[in-house]
């Protein structure tokens, strides 16, 4: 899910919450509030989100990791 997945990689870059609103010209409390699922960004910001990111808007949006990889062994 999408909040899941922009907590998940601005974590994985280690950035704050104010990090991302300065790159993308809005406020904190708009990424808190993408972030608790209260509000989400507009296209462009999204793309500008993926693109922070490294990633595609699809796996910004859609991600989700395989629970079960690496737990088939034997």
Do not use: H
Request: hydrophobic content about 40%.
């Amino acid at each position: 899910m999408f909040k899941d997945n922009l907590v998940q990689m601005r974590k994985l870059l280690q950035m704050t919450q104010e990090d991302i609103a300065e790159k993308l010209g809005v406020t904190r409390q708009s990424v808190a509030k993408w972030e608790a699922g209260d509000s989400v960004p507009d296209l462009d910001k999204c793309k500008q989100l993926a693109d922070i990111f490294g990633v595609s808007l699809d796996d910004l949006a859609n991600y989700e990791p395989d629970e079960n990889l690496g737990l088939a062994i034997g």
